[in-house]
């Protein structure tokens, strides 16, 4: 990892991030951001920034997908260094999932950064306000989970 000193760093942007509401409940997805480029290293800190408080001290960051360019498997962000990985999974939504240890996991689903504005903005609201349900069992186990038991 090389940083470079006497050099500012750059402006963060604001991060487009909409959340789940924070309710108590775990939520399979977190929320929906919509970076500006596919590249992690220069969305990240602003994504970071733009984070609730009770998400702080993020150190580990996986991502799937192929909007992302190549990136480092670690870098410094507010004096933090955040451990970076790339899923290879088969999931058709692209993720993020952000680790804080002992504070917990939270999923993002990433809107791609060239989708136009109100796709996009519908795709955070609905991550954000539906999350998609956990799996249901088949059918089978349905019905055999709602017959009553006989001795």
Request: hydrophobic fraction near 40%; aromatic fraction near 4%; proline fraction near 13%.
């Amino acid at each position: 990892m090389t940083i470079a000193s006497g050099t500012p760093d750059p402006p963060l942007l604001l991060a487009r991030l909409r959340l789940t509401p924070l309710d108590g409940d775990p939520h399979r997805i977190d929320g929906a951001w919509w970076p500006r480029t596919g590249d992690l290293t220069v969305e990240l800190p602003g994504l970071l920034a733009g984070l609730p408080h009770a998400w702080s001290r993020i150190i580990h960051v996986t991502v799937n997908g192929t909007l992302w360019s190549a990136f480092p498997g670690r870098m410094l962000v507010a004096g933090q260094v955040l451990h970076l990985h790339h899923s290879a999974s088969s999931q058709s939504t692209p993720t993020a999932c952000l680790v804080a240890p002992g504070m917990g996991r939270w999923d993002l689903v990433v809107v791609p950064p060239h989708t136009e504005e109100a796709e996009a903005l519908h795709l955070m609201a609905t991550a954000a306000a539906n999350p998609p349900p956990p799996p249901q069992r088949d059918t089978a186990s349905n019905a055999a989970a709602s017959m009553p038991m006989t001795p």
